[in-house]
């Protein structure tokens, strides 16, 4: 039986990358938390659509900039992010396959083919790959190398979830211990999740297209 640990994900990683793995993820909170608040702010006129598709680009392309600088520095590949020709064939087929459903699904409820392609291309190559690429590609590896299997799984749903209570506090009003409670909760559900579809074969595609289908159909 596969385990939730293969070696080929943590290769190259030391446990210096941890510490700084989780400076870049306090770091990510900070800039999460302004980021928000400043768009929400002084771009409420702008129409909603727009403004999630700029968002999630600015947001997202700044986070993986800084990814990438860090493994420049570190002397590191994108195999250590996961990005591996192991099981990309797979994902890929998979990947269109699950595509395919969900797009029929939106198209015989009626949704346009606009609406759909922009909620496909947000959700997935904003979104899911974004996401994914940092926590399970990026932090979960660097974090399960220097503060062990369960406390770096762990910390990595802590962590997912804790960056998405912005959104509730400062968007939708939200209690700060009610939204930091939930959303930890569902942070370390999901991140378990995906880390185990990741894991299936050691490429990070399949849960980058899997995340973005989820909020896609959700």
């Given at each position: 039986m596969r385990t939730i640990f293969p070696n080929e994900i943590f290769k190259d990683i030391r446990k210096k990358d941890g510490y700084i793995a989780l400076v870049f993820a306090l770091g990510y909170i900070v800039f999460t938390c302004i980021y928000i608040n400043v768009f929400n702010?002084?771009?409420?006129?702008?129409?909603?659509?727009?403004?999630?598709?700029?968002?999630?680009?600015?947001?997202?392309?700044?986070s993986l900039i800084v990814i990438f600088i860090i493994l420049k520095i570190r002397k590191q590949n994108l195999t250590t992010i996961g990005f591996r020709r192991s099981g990309l064939a797979l994902s890929i087929g998979l990947g269109i396959a699950l595509s395919t459903i969900v797009v029929i699904i939106h198209l015989l409820n009626g949704r346009s083919v606009d609406i759909i392609l922009y909620n496909y291309i947000f959700y997935v190559f904003i979104i899911g790959f974004g996401e994914e690429i940092v926590f399970r590609g990026f932090l979960w590896p660097r974090l399960v190398v220097t503060f062990g299997k369960a406390n770096g799984t762990i910390l990595t749903g802590v962590l997912f979830g804790v960056i998405h209570a912005p959104v509730k506090i400062i968007m939708?009003?939200?209690?700060?211990?009610?939204?930091?409670?939930?959303?930890?909760?569902?942070?370390?559900?999901?991140?378990?999740?995906?880390?185990?579809?990741?894991?299936r074969n050691n490429n990070i595609v399949l849960p980058s297209i899997l995340h973005g289908l989820l909020d896609f159909f959700a």
């Open positions: 702010k002084y771009f409420t006129n702008v129409d909603i659509e727009l403004r999630r598709l700029l968002t999630g680009i600015c947001f997202y392309m700044f939708n009003g939200s209690p700060l211990a009610q939204a930091v409670f939930n959303e930890i909760g569902g942070g370390i559900i999901g991140s378990l999740f995906f880390i185990f579809i990741y894991t």
